[in-house]
């Protein structure tokens, strides 16, 4: 009886054993997805980038996180020290991808000169020194009120296009 019992366990174990054997990992499965992991986080992150003489451009987030392929921001404040205006831009989240920083959710540019920009998403490309935005956009200045679609600002031209846009340009009565 003994040895009968032992005989059942042992072909129900090598039963077991070979249906395991026969089946896939999970482990491969996982592999297949390519799944993305941070590779740094960075709590009140600070940057400051210069050039042989003077600071041009400080950047900060709240929080920032690498990947492979892109920077995830959060809270983000961009100061660009310019020698005609300085750039004051604040955004609550952004993407960083091959110089390029894509911004959303209340961006606001704001010139030492008083003028700014609002819009819901703008990308700041940061060798061509332009903004860029598909989303409505109000630009606010001592004179000038403009509402429109689809911002592009060159910084270097002081250039502002856009399209369908509603202006109303205050003059002085003297």
Do not use: C, W
């Not at 009886?1 to 026969?22: E, N, P």
């Not at 993305?36 to 041009?56: L, P, Q, R, S």
């Not at 598909?134 to 270097?156: C, N, P, Q, R």
């Amino acid at each position: 009886m003994v040895i009968k019992t032992l005989y059942y366990v042992f072909t129900i174990f090598v039963v077991s054993v070979i249906f395991l054997l026969m089946q896939e990992p999970y482990f491969i499965d996982m592999q297949k997805a390519n799944y993305k992991f941070a590779k740094i986080e960075i709590n009140d992150m600070v940057d400051f980038e210069m050039d042989n003489d003077k600071i041009f451009r400080i950047s900060s987030a709240k929080s920032a996180i690498r990947y492979d392929d892109k920077d995830v921001l959060s809270d983000i404040k961009m100061s660009f020290l310019r020698e005609d205006f300085t750039y004051d831009l604040r955004a609550k989240s952004g993407i960083y991808r091959k110089n390029v920083v894509r911004m959303s959710d209340d961006v606001s540019i704001k010139r030492s000169d008083g003028a700014s920009f609002l819009t819901k998403e703008i990308s700041y490309d940061l060798d061509r020194k332009t903004f860029k935005g598909d989303k409505a956009f109000t630009y606010e200045s001592d004179f000038l009120h403009i509402e429109g679609v689809g911002l592009v600002y060159d910084m270097d031209k002081k250039n502002l296009q856009a399209n369908n846009i509603h202006a109303i340009y205050e003059l002085e009565n003297e």
